[in-house]
């Protein structure tokens, strides 16, 4: 069933951006202005992204074989599909309001009055197909059902959801973060560009932890993590507050001093060596609570994180990081303290970008975020693992972690209590219960 999955992940998605929309028609209410570009973004995802993906394959897949299989089926998924087929004439209806709205005429209130009927329609959707469509799937939907299901969600050869549509919907959704105000988003006056990048095959061991150990004091805080990452994976790691997930990171950027166990690092035993060495040798962290340093220059503070890099290819990796977020150009003689914390997220992760990492070691990058830039952060995080990126992600959303992860790894009280796939934890019943709510 991991159709159901993709596609629940996708409802929750688009509901994000709904609620965004909402919460942009506020604003304008309140007398912000109509800012066509981002408004035009979120058009161009709703309809590259839902009307001509999501839809098509819940109708030619899902929706097909579950009129086969139940006589019930079809009081509900009539509804649904004529929705689906009304869903463009409805944004066409949008998009021509914002023309209207731009050119001066048609009122502001006009538009905004469109934009919520249109989001309470979607949402009300995506409620139907949840609590109507996707448990009936799981009730009358048989195992051969389910092959062909997966199979076509899953073909990363298919024009509509394989990797290259993937990453085209990346960077469609980049683009409404970027664009989107500073309330809800991160407030540019241009796009940016995602370096594209098809999803990368894990190969050799980079890092391999044994018998980790590391104290506050008289407290033990690891208590003997065994671990193993290779290169090209992303790895999650969760577990509740005060399960070692900070200090682990901490102690693998040698931050936080280990008091027993061995880190090889790419072949090397590095777990005697400094901070910056480590870094050196291409451990790149961002912290929790981001950690800028508030009164230097967004530019300095990208610069920074180049210090151990020659200094012949800083102004070109500093160009990639302002091209992959614009506003820290824009923005990039301020100091770091006055960004949204948005922004400062994505400058603590530009910043250890900078460090041109080999291992890129992220600390709940999503944590206190609108709901449009914790859906932004794994958008990236996506994009750099398709990039080939080596990536330890510690998240509180461990739903969202262990759903892009290759593998991931529980943490309790300082020990590794389970350990597996994304999608074998997301299954497991312990790990629902304790951590996803479910």
């Not at 299901?149 to 959704?173: C, H, S, Y």
């Not at 682990?248 to 005697?272: H, K, N, P, T, Y």
Request: charged fraction near 25%; proline fraction near 3%.
């Amino acid at each position: 069933m991991e159709a159901l999955r993709i596609i629940t992940e996708e409802h929750q998605n688009l509901w994000r951006v709904a609620t965004t929309l909402d919460l942009v028609a506020d604003e304008i209410d309140a007398g912000s202005k109509v800012e066509a570009a981002f408004f035009s973004s979120v058009f161009d995802y709703i309809e590259q992204f839902m009307d001509l993906a999501h839809h098509a394959k819940e109708d030619e897949f899902l929706f097909r074989l579950l009129r086969q299989r139940s006589t019930a089926a079809a009081a509900i998924l009539d509804r649904l599909q004529a929705e689906h087929v009304n869903g463009p004439e409805l944004l066409r209806d949008l998009r021509a309001r914002l023309g209207a709205t731009a050119g001066g005429g048609d009122s502001n209130a006009a538009f905004t009055t469109a934009l919520r009927h249109y989001t309470q329609g979607l949402k009300g959707h995506i409620r139907s197909e949840e609590k109507d469509a996707i448990p009936l799937a799981r009730e009358v939907l048989t195992a051969a059902d389910w092959v062909e299901i997966d199979r076509a969600f899953l073909d990363n050869e298919d024009p509509l959801f394989g990797g290259k549509a993937r990453a085209e919907f990346r960077q469609l959704f980049h683009r409404i973060a970027s664009l989107a105000p500073e309330s809800v988003g991160l407030g540019a006056h241009s796009a940016g560009e995602l370096q594209p990048g098809l999803l990368s095959v894990a190969g050799d061991t980079l890092l391999a932890v044994n018998g980790l150990e590391s104290c506050y004091g008289r407290i033990k805080a690891l208590k003997g993590i065994d671990m193993e990452v290779r290169k090209g994976e992303l790895v999650a790691l969760v577990g509740a507050n005060g399960a070692g997930k900070t200090t682990f990171l901490r102690a693998l950027s040698g931050v936080q001093a280990a008091s027993a166990g061995r880190i090889i690092f790419d072949g090397e035993d590095i777990s005697r060596l400094r901070a910056d060495l480590r870094m050196r040798r291409g451990i790149c962290h961002s912290p929790e609570g981001r950690q800028v340093f508030g009164p230097l220059s967004i530019e300095d503070n990208l610069r920074l994180g180049a210090y151990t890099q020659p200094k012949a290819q800083v102004e070109g990796d500093l160009e990639r990081i302002f091209s992959m977020f614009p506003v820290l150009k824009e923005k990039r003689a301020l100091p770091a303290g006055t960004l949204s914390g948005g922004q400062q997220q994505m400058l603590a992760i530009g910043r250890a970008l900078m460090g041109r990492p080999k291992m890129l070691l992220l600390d709940e990058p999503s944590m206190g975020l609108a709901p449009l830039l914790v859906e932004e952060v794994f958008n990236v995080v996506k994009a750099l693992k398709a990039q080939g990126m080596t990536i330890i992600l510690a998240e509180q959303n461990a739903f969202a972690a262990l759903a892009i992860a290759d593998r991931g790894y529980v943490l309790e009280t300082g020990q590794v209590t389970l350990s597996g796939s994304g999608q074998d934890l997301i299954s497991n019943e312990q790990v629902r219960a304790a951590y996803l709510g479910m």
